[in-house]
């Protein structure tokens, strides 16, 4: 399975994708960090702030107002891991950390786009907006079928200027029309709701440097996520859940994110939660429904531990 996934709950939709041996595609950043040297700059998020002519700097600099947005400079683990909003000067020289920048705490919609690119020039665009939880969680996703023309021209003219000899999958996040961050990889969370086909066409753009897809049965899908809190030991679903509920009208795919036989900690995690499952849907309601049946399940197995807490606390 070239197309190289790291999450085993996510090889369920590349392993069946017919793809040349020598061939690697990566799904997550360590290995596109391996593979594309030449472009590593933009995953320091001081660069991207530099590209476009936004403010910032490594903590000890200090900001000449508040608030701002502070998260490391590096983070190829994502989920979030160590961003925060610093109100006040105050918090500031309380707060700042090796490594951490600071910049501005951008207004507007938060987009995850995902772009294909050849030699620099935009050739396929899907966006994604979140409904955003306390915590650096998320609710569920929407995959958008409509374009983000703003977004589309803005972000295609940074890459023909930065990326132009790059081909290759990107996604994009933007707050207001802004990049925040990029990632040599398309999102590995829905790759399912693109359509039929379109995995395929991933594999020949990275075989023969050239986008052919009929975009012809895009429609807006949905990736609910269940989280559950953190300091527990959660057991193992058993299979029959899961199958039942992907014989559910709407429902797409479905993702137990952690690994039951390790410990906790060694999951990356946002602060608001342990994320436990996702459910990809063409029919939210049918998804919400399956995340409450997930969450049941979970909690039915009366095998839940608490190291750190007691249940009766949550």
């Known amino acids: 399975m070239p197309i190289v996934e790291k999450d ?25 960090w391996q593979l594309y040297p030449q472009y590593r700059w933009i995953y320091n998020k001081m660069s991207i702030c ?19 947005f502070s998260k490391p400079i590096y983070n190829l683990r994502g989920m979030g891991s160590g961003s925060k909003i610093i109100e ?30 050849v030699k620099g020039e935009p050739k396929w665009w ?29 972000c295609g003219q940074w890459l023909r200027q930065h990326l132009k ?12 029309g802004k990049i925040i961050e990029a990632h040599l990889r398309f999102a590995d969370q829905w790759p399912d709701l693109y ?4 995995l395929d066409a991933i594999v020949e753009l990275y075989t023969h440097h050239r986008w052919h897809y009929r975009d012809e049965q895009r429609r807006t899908g949905y990736s609910v996520v269940l989280f ?8 193992q679903l058993n299979h029959k859940t899961v199958d039942e509920i992907l014989t559910e009208p709407g429902i797409s795919s479905l993702q137990i994110t952690f690994l039951p036989d390790k410990p906790p900690e060694v999951h990356a995690m946002p602060p608001g939660g342990f994320r436990l499952a996702i459910v990809n849907c063409w029919d939210l309601e049918a998804g919400l429904a399956a995340r409450e049946r997930l969450a ?3 909690w039915s197995t009366q095998e839940i531990r608490a190291d750190r807490i007691s249940i009766e606390q949550l």
Request: aromatic fraction near 12%; proline fraction near 11%.
């Open 50 to 68: 530099e590209s476009q002519d936004l403010e910032y700097a490594p903590h000890d600099i200090l900001p000449p107002s508040f608030p701002v």
């Open 165 to 176: 000899d790059y081909t290759g999958a990107l996604n994009l996040e933007t707050i207001g």
């Open 88 to 117: 006040s000067a105050e918090q500031y020289e309380r707060e700042q950390a090796p490594g951490h920048m600071w910049m501005p705490l951008l207004e507007g919609e938060h987009v995850s786009t995902d772009v294909i690119v």
């Open 296 to 298: 049941l399940a979970f």
């Open 195 to 198: 359509g039929p086909g379109w």
């Open 8 to 32: 085993p709950w996510r090889a369920q939709y590349f392993e069946n994708v017919p793809c040349p041996k020598d061939l690697f595609i990566p799904t997550d950043d360590e290995l596109a």
């Open 126 to 154: 899907r966006h994604t907006i979140g409904k955003a939880l306390e915590g650096g969680i998320f609710d569920y996703w929407t995959i958008l079928a409509e374009p983000r023309p703003v977004i589309e021209d803005y």
């Open 228 to 235: 559950g809190a953190h300091g527990l030991h959660y057991p």
